[in-house]
Every structure is written in structure tokens, then in C-alpha cells.
DNA sequence: CAGCCCCTCACTATTTCTGGGGAGTTGAAA
DNA sequence: TTTCAACTCCCCAGAAATAGTGAGGGGCTG
């Protein structure tokens, strides 16, 4: 059941579809909805979901992104987690919990964090009403099937976003990472020159050079750009 | 088969057992070798694997890690990858590579990334003999369960390394959160604190309280942190 | 209700970073 | 073989960040 729905998202061609089929996805795994949301590193938003449009247009407009405790748990963590297991007690928080079962979303939930080349975040839900024990099982059940259905939909979009690419992935030379590696783990620019054994001057024109290629304002602009893009290994 | 071997897994205690589990998992997967490596936000590193001694030797010795394409690849992306896909055209690369197929590791490879919570971050390989055929037919068919393996591993490995915590979870506040953000988005102070609608000191506040709650050395340094902490959605 | 954290604002001296120049060597790619 | 990118070094003035203190109001929690 599940591999004919892979099977068929391997063939799916536009955003469009892709939107399409997340609807089949709900139907595929029982559930009541599925949300799967793509940030990168750009900013740039792409979401296909089954969540209602005036909830998906509060949730933007209230910007409960920063509030919301299934995002930033997926910010930190990877594993896939169930909302019960997070913090719900503040109490903006709960407000918006509120908010979110009146519209519909479901009593319980399980997300999926994705994390892709260059920055991407993704995330992966699943939601529906059913009590504690019936969703633990259900979860029990289908955490393999979700684990692998959310990497799929992720490479998916990935590969149809690919196609309409603006995305310059940009290279920085050995010296300019060790550069921005030693800026990043703290050091200022004569320690880091001295790590290096190099003049701080040399070293300046790396931190020059990757901050021209990564157009970034300053220093500290450039090293948030280069690790939310992995480039450099800490 | 590979279902027995999860239940298995899930029973492992201690570190030295993952170790006998990832050999054991070598001849689950039919494989020549499998290499489970993490490494946390703070650096600590852990490794499960079945390379010779001599050449995991060699390779911290050499710093390998900032030259194999393997490790860049996916730091960058976090889509498994064949190791024919990456780049080994530098000169640097293919030594590295020659040596390395001279240690026995093999010819063909297969790397899953992973990224858990905190900035930790795990590769899940396995590599062997093969012809390119044969080695694609392979990964073809056992893509799934090398995903779901090396999540559970890494699961598993986070959960052992848990017990021996001392990786203290620092959270921020809105507003330290908001005036990092800002800082990482390459805004100045002045500017910074004019989006946010706070006078600079204020600001400064916020960036001071939040590098001595990352014990940070100074701002880059903090936002650096946060970044890899995941604490901060640009 | 006391304690703690969060939010807000202020001053000053010192250190560090940035932006504007310029210049020579090496090694790899075209 | 030329050309280009990477690596190394230098000066200076102005802009920005940091360290060290201080203070008051608001809200949640025990």
C-alpha cells in the first residue's frame, strides 16, 4: 500500500502534483492530516498540506512559527517526536494550542524534521483525534513508514524545486574556511591568525573574500551563512 | 532479518555493545564494512565501526576529515549519497582516496547523514567491493533499510550517550532569540535594535546575557552557537 | 509575597573590526 | 603558456563592538 504510494510519488512531476498527492497521503496512512513544510536556506517557503487555508493563513499571519512548539523542537532535535512529549505549559503557548485544535488539526500529532543540502529545514507531520493510547500505538506502528514517506516527499521536492534553481551554491576556499571555522569557534582575529600562523592581515583578506562570496554584511553575517549552509565543519 | 536485528538493537546498553552490533550488522547487511560516527555540538565524537584500527589512526592523524569528500558532502546535503556521485577530481582527494582504498575500505560506498538534536551530527556508511553495477542494484534495493538503520543506530547511540550527559541544554529568551537572529542576519547593532523597536543598549543587553548563557567569547561566537544549536529560525 | 527572570534604558573608555588602498609568489587549469 | 585563483604580507583612519556598572518595572512561581 504504502510502496505503490512511493512508487507513484517517484513519478510525480510538479508542485502541483506533489500537493496532490500529500491529500492521497492522508488517506494513505489514516489520518487527518499531513503537512509536509520546506524552508531554505533563502528563506524561500514551499508547503503542501492538508491543514485548512484560513489556519494556515492565522498560523502565517500571527507568525506562530516562533511560538509554535512542534517548530522549535524540530529546530533542535531530529528525532521524530510526538507532540505530547512537548512543553505545552506557557501560556501563549497554550493559547495557540487552543487556537489550533478549534481549527480542526487534531488532538494528537507526530512530526518528522528533514534537514536538507544547503540549510534546508523540512518538516514532516502527521495529525489526526484519537485518544493517547490509540495514537501511541498508531505511531508505535507506523514510525517506519512515516521515517521513510517523509524522506521521500523531502527528495521529492527537493528535486522539483531544483528545476526552478536561483540557489547559487557558493565554495569557499581551505583558507577562507579555516578562517571563518576559527571565527565561528570564538576566536577574534589574532587569535585566530595565530592558530592559523598567519598574519591577522592575511587573514582578514579570507574573511574579506568569503564575505564577498557569500555576500554577507559583516563578519558575523558571513559565519551564520556559512554554517546554515554546512560549510563549515566545526 | 533486518527486523530482528532493530529488535535487537533496541536492547543494546552500552556503547561497547553498539560496537558488536554494528559487526553484526556487517554481515546483516552483506557488506564489507559499516561506519556509524557522531559528533556533538561540543565536538565530542563517537565512533562505531569496522575499518582496521590502522587506518581510523591515520585518518584522525591526517585530518582527513576536512578533506574527504564524504564528510563535506554531507554537511552540505542530507540526501544519502553514493560515494561515485561526489567530487574526487582534486589531486589531494584522489591520494586520499587511493590510500584509503588501499587500507581496505573498498571500492564502492554508501553514506547516510544524519543530523540529531543540538547541532550533533552522525554519518551512517557502509561500504565494499563491488562493480558500479552491482553496487548501484545494491543501494537500490536496500535504500530503505539503510535509512532506517541508521536512524535507529543513531537513536540508539544518542540514548546511550545521554546517560553520560553532561551537555547542558541552554534555552534562550524571546528576545535574546530575536536580537541573535537579527545579528546572524547580518544586521549591525544600530539596525538591529531599530527592527526590534529597542534603544541599542537594551539590545546589547540581550546580546551580552545570551553569550554568557552560550558561554560564548563574544557575539560571532554566540550566534555561531545558537545556529548550531539550532536555536535560532532565520 | 519574595525571588527570579525578563524587558527596558544609560554612560564611558578601550579594544576590535571594517573599508580603502597596494603587492608579490605559487600552483593549477585552460 | 598564459591566466586565474589562492595564499601571503603591509598601512591607516573611521566605524563598530566590548567591558564594567547601574537602575527600574513587570510577570510568573513557589
Redesign the interface.
Known amino acids: 500500500m504504502l510502496d505503490s504510494y512511493i512508487e507513484q510519488l517517484q513519478r510525480v512531476e510538479t508542485l502541483g502534483e506533489l500537493n496532490d498527492h500529500v491529500v492521497a497521503l492522508r488517506d494513505t496512512l489514516d489520518v487527518e492530516h499531513v503537512v509536509y513544510h520546506s524552508v531554505n536556506s533563502t528563506?524561500e517557503q514551499y508547503a503542501a498540506l492538508t491543514y485548512s487555508p484560513e489556519w494556515v493563513q492565522h498560523y502565517l499571519d500571527e507568525d506562530y512559527?516562533?511560538l509554535d512548539p512542534v517548530?522549535q523542537a524540530c529546530?533542535?532535535?531530529?528525532?521524530p517526536i510526538d507532540w505530547k512529549r512537548l512543553d505545552w505549559t506557557n501560556k501563549n503557548v497554550r493559547n495557540f494550542h487552543g487556537e489550533a485544535i478549534d481549527s480542526g488539526i487534531g488532538n494528537q500529532g507526530f512530526s518528522v524534521p528533514?534537514?536538507?543540502?544547503?540549510g534546508?529545514f523540512a518538516l514532516f507531520t502527521v495529525s489526526g483525534n484519537a485518544s493517547d493510547d490509540q495514537w501511541a500505538s498508531y505511531t508505535e506502528e507506523h514510525v517506519?513508514n512515516l521515517?521513510?514517506v517523509s524522506?521521500f516527499v523531502n527528495?521529492k521536492a527537493?528535486e522539483l524545486e531544483r528545476g526552478t534553481d536561483k540557489v547559487k551554491v557558493v565554495s569557499l576556499s581551505?583558507r577562507e574556511t579555516d578562517a571563518l571555522t576559527m571565527?565561528?569557534?570564538?576566536?577574534?582575529r589574532a587569535q585566530a591568525a595565530d592558530s592559523l600562523s598567519i598574519s591577522e592581515h592575511t587573514l582578514r583578506v579570507y574573511i574579506e573574500s568569503a564575505r564577498f562570496k557569500l555576500t554577507?554584511?559583516?563578519?558575523?553575517?558571513a559565519?551564520?551563512r556559512a554554517?546554515?549552509?554546512?560549510?563549515l565543519?566545526?
Open positions: 528563506g512559527a516562533r517548530v529546530y533542535q532535535r531530529f528525532h528533514i534537514r536538507g543540502p544547503s534546508q517506519r521515517l521513510l524522506h527528495q527537493l581551505p571565527l565561528a569557534m570564538g576566536f577574534n554577507a554584511m559583516n563578519t558575523t553575517h559565519v551564520a554554517l546554515s549552509q554546512g560549510l565543519i566545526i
